[in-house]
T-cell receptor
Framework: EDQVTQSPEALRLQEGESSSLNCSYTVSGLRGLFWYRQDPGKGPEFLFTLYSAGEEKEKERLKATLTKKESFLHITAPKPEDSATYLC?????????????FGRGTSLIVHP | DGGITQSPKYLFRKEGQNVTLSCEQNLNHDAMYWYRQDPGQGLRLIYYSQIVNDFQKGDIAEGYSVSREKKESFPLTVTSAQKNPTAFYLCASLQGDTQYFGPGTRLTVL
């Protein structure tokens, strides 16, 4: 059974204080690992897809990396508007239905 | 604008009543999904549909029903058999290998 564990559950940072969120996974053949941002009361917003170990993707202050067992979402010099819940999901492959397994998320609060 | 719409944003239901949540997309995506989100839990799959007139149960389908008569629409009915329906419901569709989500419907049972 595919499993995704995100840590920490909650993280409080001061504005400008860089940190990382972790997503550990076990999957029978990784098709893709996905990061989403979710604001309170809204649907998840797609951020990144990573496919293979060593891959990195960046968007503004966010950088996602992938190893064979985990992914990190690095947040550099965060701002209060980066406050949100960040969700990680993995999709097994090859073949089969596109049904990802989601983690429970990390709630990030950035204080001004 | 292309996207996924869900309505209503908030929904209140009395115990014993069925209620239908709407999900529409104009992205021409084949696959659509319904998830339930509870505080502190990951997204749990209720139903999914890969093509018109076909759908499959997810992990927590009991007490729910769906239809897929049109490519654009994938409504979810929460029946009176669902014991704890108060939750945030999310609809998604698939582009390539990535799911894109609607804004969600918050259902509260009074």
């Amino acid at each position: 059974e595919d499993q995704v564990t995100q840590s920490p559950e909650a993280l409080r940072l001061q504005e400008g204080e860089s940190s990382s969120l972790n997503c550990s996974y076990t999957v029978s053949g990784l098709r893709g690992l996905f990061w989403y941002r979710q604001d309170p009361g809204k649907g998840p917003e797609f951020l990144f897809t990573l496919y293979s170990a060593g891959e990195e993707k960046e968007k503004e202050r966010l950088k996602a990396t992938l190893t064979k067992k985990e992914s990190f979402l690095h947040i550099t010099a965060p701002k209060p508007e980066d406050s949100a819940t960040y969700l990680c999901a993995v999709q097994a492959g090859p073949g089969g239905s596109y049904i990802p397994t989601f983690g429970r998320g990390t709630s990030l609060i950035v204080h001004p | 604008d292309g996207g996924i719409t869900q309505s209503p944003k908030y929904l209140f239901r009395k115990e014993g009543q069925n209620v239908t949540l709407s999900c529409e997309q104009n992205l021409n995506h084949d696959a659509m999904y319904w998830y339930r989100q509870d505080p502190g839990q990951g997204l749990r799959l209720i139903y999914y549909s890969q093509i018109v007139n076909d759908f499959q149960k997810g992990d927590i389908a009991e007490g729910y029903s769906v239809s897929r008569e049109k490519k654009e629409s994938f409504p979810l009915t929460v029946t009176s058999a669902q014991k704890n329906p108060t939750a945030f419901y999310l609809c998604a569709s698939l582009q390539g290998d990535t799911q894109y989500f609607g804004p969600g419907t918050r259902l509260t049972v009074l």
